[in-house]
Nanobody
Framework: QVQLVESGGGLVQAGGSLRLSCEAS????????MGWYRQAPGKQRELVAS???????NYADSAKGRFIISRNNEKNMVYLQMTSLKPEDTAVYYC???????????WGQGTQVTVSS
């Protein structure tokens, strides 16, 4: 089992920046992919960015050029640096990890990001 705790959300004006953090604990040795998803009211949860154990990244089109995902494997942390935030980035942001050989997806509880215009 893996436990995930996100932090760093908040209220920011359009054009501002936020850095989200997610710490994994528990059975972390075989964690491979770490990612950030978001869910806005009335919308489906969507991928924002992901990063594999080797460092390869994947971004949603909406995140390209504005968000950067990174990880610290020694600390079992994944980060999302968000810049040039827009009101449409407002959502609950969730951390997710996938472990090698484990069919279960592990999710954090989410952190609210609100971007005011």
């Amino acid at each position: 089992q893996v436990q995930l705790v996100e932090s760093g959300g908040g209220l920011v004006q359009a054009g501002g920046s936020l850095r989200l953090s997610c710490e994994a604990s528990g059975s972390t040795l075989s964690i491979n992919i770490m990612g950030w998803y978001r869910q806005a009211p009335g919308k489906q949860r969507e991928l924002v960015a992901s990063i594999a154990g080797g460092g390869r990244t994947n971004y949603a089109d909406s995140a390209k050029g504005r968000f950067i995902i990174s990880r610290n494997n020694e600390k079992n942390m994944v980060y999302l640096q968000m810049t040039s935030l827009k009101p449409e980035d407002t959502a609950v942001y969730y951390c997710k990890v996938i472990r090698d050989g484990d069919p279960k997806d592990y999710w954090g509880q989410g952190t609210q990001v609100t971007v005011s215009s």
